[in-house]
C-alpha cells in the first residue's frame, strides 16, 4: 500500500455558516432527547449574549452536543468535532458547521479556522478535554487554553453537564434514562474582562469551571440507575485489584465487578458506588479507585520502570472520512520514551509512528470500538489517525492512558517547567 498516495482530510476548507434551511436540524436532532431526560439548564451572566463568542465544554457523551444546542438556541455555532465523527457523512456535518480535528496535535490550522467563525458572528464550540472522560471526573486541560481565548478575542463561556456519564458512561454505552441531568452555562470572561486577564489568570478560572464528577453529582441527588447490567464494562477503568493488586484481571457481569486472580467482588449499586460482598470495601467511590491507579501508574514513570512491553497489534487508519483502512499487523510499545507502531502491511511495506513523549500530554483511548474491533490507542498526526488495536496481551489501554499524562508531567518536571493542576 503506497501511504503516499492515500486521500487526506482537506483540513484547510474554511468551515461553513449553518445553511438557513439546515439551521433547525441540531435543534430538531437534540430536543427529544433534552426533554425526555428532563435536563436543567441554569445560566450565569449570558442574560443578552450574542455570538459571537467560545463555549468550552466538558465531555461526557454524544448527549454533550445535544445539550449544547439547546443552551445556545437559536443561534448557531461551529463544531469542533474528531475526524472519526466525520465518517460518512462529511458533507451533511460540513454544512451544519463541523470542523475536523485529529485528537492531541498541535494543529495551527485549527485556530485559523476558529478566528474564521468569529469573524464571521457565529459561536465556536469546543470540547477542550478532547476525549469523554473515563470515569465522569475532569480530564486535563490543554494549556494552550488561555492564550487561544486571549487570540479571539470573544467572551469565553462554559458548558458544565452532569449527569451524562451516569446517564451512557464511556465504558458501557447503553443508556440508562438518567432524568433529571443538569448544565451549568455561565459566561466565564466577557470580551473587556478577556483583555484584562493574563493567559495563566485564564486558565485558572476555567480549570476551576470545569471541575466536576458525575458520581458525587449522582450520589448527591439521590438518581438511582436500575439498569441490571450497569456494572459490565467498568473493569476496562478499573483495571487493577486494589485487593491483591493484580492488573489486567479485572472482570464484570451485570451488577458486579470482580477479580478473576484473587475472586474479590465488588457490588455496584443503583447509587453508583461499590460495595465489597465480602471484607474491606477498599474503595466505594468509583473516581477514587481511578486515581489509586494513577498513582500506582506514577509510581512506574518516577522510578523510571513503566514499560507495556511489544505488544502484538492490528492497525486501522482514517487518512480521511471515508472508512478505516487496514494497514496492517505490528506490534506496539508505550514506555518510557514515549509510543511506537511498527508493521508491515498485506504488501510487505513497512510501517511506523512514533510519539515521544513531549509530543503528547493526554492520548485518545476507546473500549470495544465501533462494537467490533476491541480496545485501542488513537495515535495522530496532522495528516493520519491509527488506531492501534492490542490482541492477545494482558494490558489496558487506560493504563497507557494514565502513562501517558504522568510521563508528560514527569517530563515537564525534568525540564524545569512547573506543574500546573488541571493543565497539560
Not at 487508519?317 to 514515549?338: Q, V, W, Y
Amino acid at each position: 500500500m503506497n501511504q503516499q498516495k492515500l486521500e487526506r482530510f482537506d483540513m484547510k476548507r474554511p468551515p461553513m455558516r449553518t445553511a438557513w434551511y439546515l439551521r433547525p436540524l441540531p435543534f430538531i436532532l437534540s430536543a427529544p432527547a433534552v426533554l425526555s431526560h428532563g435536563t436543567k439548564i441554569v445560566k450565569t451572566r449570558v442574560e443578552g449574549l450574542k455570538p459571537p463568542y467560545l463555549l468550552l465544554c466538558n465531555h461526557n457523551a454524544f448527549f454533550d452536543f445535544k445539550v449544547a444546542t439547546m443552551a445556545i438556541f437559536p443561534h448557531r455555532a461551529n463544531y469542533v468535532v474528531a475526524i472519526d465523527g466525520f465518517i460518512g457523512r462529511e458533507g451533511l456535518l460540513r454544512r451544519v458547521g463541523c470542523i475536523c480535528k485529529r485528537k492531541f496535535t498541535n494543529d495551527v490550522m485549527l485556530v485559523r479556522q476558529l478566528r474564521r467563525v468569529v469573524q464571521n458572528g457565529d459561536i465556536c464550540m469546543i470540547y477542550p478535554e478532547a476525549r469523554y472522560s473515563l470515569c465522569g471526573t475532569t480530564a486535563v486541560l490543554p494549556a494552550s487554553l488561555g492564550a487561544l481565548c486571549k487570540l479571539l478575542h470573544v467572551p469565553v463561556v462554559t458548558l458544565i453537564c452532569h449527569g451524562h456519564h451516569i446517564d451512557s458512561p464511556f465504558w458501557n454505552l447503553h443508556p440508562r434514562g438518567v432524568r433529571p441531568t443538569e448544565a451549568e452555562m455561565t459566561l466565564q470572561f466577557t470580551a473587556e474582562e478577556l483583555a484584562a486577564a493574563t493567559p495563566d489568570e485564564i486558565n485558572e478560572r476555567l480549570v476551576s469551571a470545569f471541575q466536576y464528577d458525575d458520581y458525587a453529582w449522582q450520589k448527591a441527588r439521590g438518581i438511582r440507575v436500575t439498569y441490571e447490567g450497569r456494572a459490565e464494562g467498568l473493569h476496562k477503568v478499573l483495571y487493577q485489584c486494589p485487593h491483591c493488586g493484580a492488573e489486567f484481571r479485572m472482570a464484570s457481569e451485570g451488577a458486579a465487578l470482580f477479580c478473576r486472580a484473587c475472586g474479590k467482588r465488588w457490588a455496584y449499586t443503583e447509587l453508583g458506588e461499590l460495595r465489597a460482598e465480602t471484607g474491606e470495601t477498599e474503595f466505594s467511590h468509583i473516581p477514587d479507585w481511578y486515581e489509586w491507579e494513577r498513582a500506582n501508574v506514577r509510581a512506574e514513570v518516577e522510578a523510571g520502570r513503566y514499560d507495556s512491553g511489544e505488544l502484538p497489534v492490528t492497525v486501522r487508519s482514517l487518512p480521511n472520512a471515508k472508512e478505516f483502512i487496514l494497514l496492517g499487523e505490528g506490534t506496539l510499545r508505550h514506555n518510557m520514551d514515549g509510543f511506537s507502531v511498527r508493521g508491515a502491511d498485506g504488501d510487505g511495506d513497512p510501517f511506523e509512528m512514533v510519539k515521544p513523549v513531549p509530543s503528547l500530554y493526554s492520548c485518545h483511548i476507546e473500549y470495544e470500538y465501533l462494537g467490533k474491533f476491541g480496545d485501542c490507542v488513537d495515535l495522530n498526526t496532522l495528516e493520519d489517525t491509527w488506531y492501534v488495536y492490542p490482541h492477545d496481551c494482558d494490558f489496558a489501554v487506560t493504563k497507557m492512558a494514565l502513562a501517558t499524562e504522568e510521563l508528560y508531567l514527569k517530563w515537564r518536571a525534568e525540564e524545569g517547567r512547573p506543574a500546573r493542576p488541571g493543565l497539560a
